[in-house]
């Protein structure tokens, strides 16, 4: 009976397993988001069975991240933690395709700004901005951010206690010690998870902090949250928010 009970969990495990493709930048303004995704990969993700594959821009050239072509023609689930980098068109058309397949994707923290260049910024016509993405793909805004009276508080959106996304996440442990992004308004179709309330609420009004909804004809699973800070990365309700996330993503 025990050797049936380890094939059915082994089974079980297996069939959940899928093929992550992480894709970040080192930047001094990125959040250390190399470091503490590699770690979120071996730590958390790994160990579940997931196959990982962390694609790094800016190797060996600014904007490009190599092997991510190759890397979503079978990947289950993408992960964007990467702020103002312009692909090359292949790699933004794979990006693109990842999408109208109606496959995932989990944002976080500054790929609010993924894809946008910076006011007057010159880009080389060889690389893809997408400007649109923030509005189009993630259902929010990147309208600035407020760094008053850190760190804020965290609280689960009205209707959210339910949902999967919070279980066995303690939001009273969730403070953003960085700072809070303005994001409203969200898409009609988002729905809020968890939102941020700065201590003056009458100067900055609370903010979506994690969302969801669904992209393009595929339906494509959409997770953003606005999280992702090294402070916020060393809290275990933050990581167990990140991996109800990736589950939830990855339903059909």
Known sequence: MKSILLCFALLTCAASAANIVIMTVEDPNNYEAPRTMREFAEK?????????????????????FAG???????????????????????QMAAIRA?????????????????????????????LAPWPEFTHEVLGGENTGYETKGLPYGVSIAPGAEASALVQGVNVANIHGYQSLYKVLPLAADATPILIGSAQ?????????????????????????????APEDMRSADVQKLLLNAVAWTLQK
Do not use: C
């Open 68 to 90: 991510l072509v190759e890397a979503l023609k079978d990947a289950d689930l993408l992960v964007l933690f990467s702020r103002r980098r312009f692909p090359p068109k292949e």
């Open 98 to 126: 990842h999408l109208a397949a109606g496959k995932p994707l989990l944002g976080i923290r500054t790929a609010n700004h993924a894809f946008i260049p910076k006011p007057n910024e010159v880009v080389d016509a060889s």
């Open 44 to 64: 958390e993700l790994r160990p579940l069975g997931h196959r990982v594959t962390l694609i790094e821009g800016d190797k060996p050239q600014m904007h490009h």
């Open 200 to 228: 003056d609420p009458a100067a900055t009004p609370p903010q979506p902090v994690a969302w969801t909804r669904t992209y393009g004809p595929g339906k494509a699973r959409i997770f953003y949250t606005s999280l992702g």
